[in-house]
C-alpha cells in the first residue's frame, strides 16, 4: 500500500517526537553534570549550562569510592556474560537442532520466566546464597547474575542457531567429519557474532543491575556502582544533585557505548529466531 507524502510526514514527527521523549533523561542528566552549584538551584532552569564546569565530577570522586565500585560492577557483569554464554551456547543448539516435546517446553518456560519480578525470586535466592556461604561476596553475585541472564541468552543464541543452515552440518558429516570437528569447524565462527552479541547483551543488564546488588552485597568495599550512586542522596532524600548526576553519567557511558555497538546484532538474532528454517 502507498502511503501519502502528509502520511509519510506524520510518521516522521511521530518518530521524532519518540526519540525525544525517550532522549530528554540522557540529555537533561548531561546538562545536570555539568552545571555549577548555582543553576542547580534557580528557579528557571536552561538546557544548556551558562557557566560548565568539571566541579561536580571532582566532588563525586572525592565523596565516593567510583573507582573501586566501577571495578566491581567490570567483574560481576565480566563474569556474568562469560559465564553465561559457556552454559547457554550448548543448550542452545541442543534446543534448535533437536525440536523435542521437552525442547520445545524449556523454550517457552525460558519465555515465561522474563516475566518474573525481582521481588518474586530474591528471597529464594537469599536462602541459596545464605547456605552457600556466597552472601556479601562477588562470586554470589555473579552467580545471581548468570541465572537472572540466561533465560535471555539462550532465546537469544536459538535464533543464532536456527539461521545457521543445518544442510551446512550434512555436508560435513558427508565429508567425514565428526560431530564434534563439525561443531568446532563449521557452526561455532557462524555463530560467533550471535555469540557476542549475547555476551555483550548480559554484560549490559549486569553492568546496570542494581536490586540484586543492594540486598546481597553489605560490605562497602564488595558494592557495585549502581548501589554507590545511592550514597549520594542523604537520609532525609534530599540528592547532591550535581555529584549525582556526574556520577551517574559516567555509570551510563560504558552501558550506552556498548549497546550502540550491538544493536544491530541483537536486532538480527531476535528475527533470526522468527524465521522458520
Excluded: C
Excluded at 525442547?103 to 525460558?110: E, I, L, M, S
Excluded at 532465546?155 to 560435513?172: K, S
Amino acid at each position: 500500500m502507498k502511503t501519502g507524502k502528509g502520511a509519510r510526514a506524520g510518521q516522521y514527527l511521530a518518530l521524532l517526537a519518540y526519540l525525544v521523549f525517550l532522549a530528554f533523561p540522557l540529555l537533561w542528566l548531561i546538562s545536570t553534570a555539568f552545571k555549577p552549584a548555582r543553576e542547580l538551584a534557580s528557579l528557571h532552569p536552561t538546557w544548556i549550562p551558562e557557566d560548565p564546569t568539571l566541579a561536580n565530577f571532582r566532588q563525586a570522586f572525592d565523596e565516593q569510592p567510583l573507582l573501586r565500585a566501577g571495578f566491581n560492577s567490570l567483574i560481576a557483569a565480566l563474569g556474568a556474560a562469560v559465564i553465561a554464554v559457556l552454559i547457554a551456547t550448548p543448550m542452545a543448539y541442543v534446543m534448535a537442532r533437536h525440536r523435542t516435546l521437552p525442547a520445545k517446553a524449556a523454550t517457552g518456560w525460558v519465555v515465561v520466566s522474563q516475566a518474573f519480578p525481582f521481588v518474586l525470586v530474591i528471597i529464594p535466592l537469599f536462602l541459596v546464597l545464605k547456605n552457600l556461604r556466597l552472601i556479601d561476596s562477588m562470586p554470589g553475585l555473579i552467580m545471581v547474575y548468570v541465572v537472572w541472564a540466561l533465560p535471555f541468552a539462550l532465546w537469544m543464541l536459538v535464533g543464532y542457531v536456527r539461521a545457521v543452515p543445518a544442510e551446512l552440518e550434512e555436508a560435513a558429516a558427508v565429508d567425514g567429519a565428526g560431530r564434534v570437528r563439525t561443531l568446532v569447524s563449521v557452526t561455532a565462527p557462524l555463530l560467533a557474532p550471535g555469540i557476542v552479541a549475547t555476551a555483550l547483551f548480559a554484560f549490559i543488564s549486569a553492568w546496570n543491575e542494581f536490586f540484586f546488588a543492594l540486598v546481597l552485597l553489605k560490605t562497602p568495599e564488595q558494592q557495585t556502582l549502581p548501589v554507590v550512586l545511592t550514597h549520594f542522596i542523604a537520609a532525609e532524600g534530599v540528592a547532591d544533585l550535581g555529584p549525582l548526576a556526574a556520577a551517574a553519567f559516567l555509570a551510563t557511558l560504558p552501558s550506552l557505548v556498548v549497546f550502540a555497538l550491538i544493536q544491530k546484532r541483537i536486532t538480527g538474532g531476535m528475527l533470526a529466531g522468527a524465521v522458520k528454517s
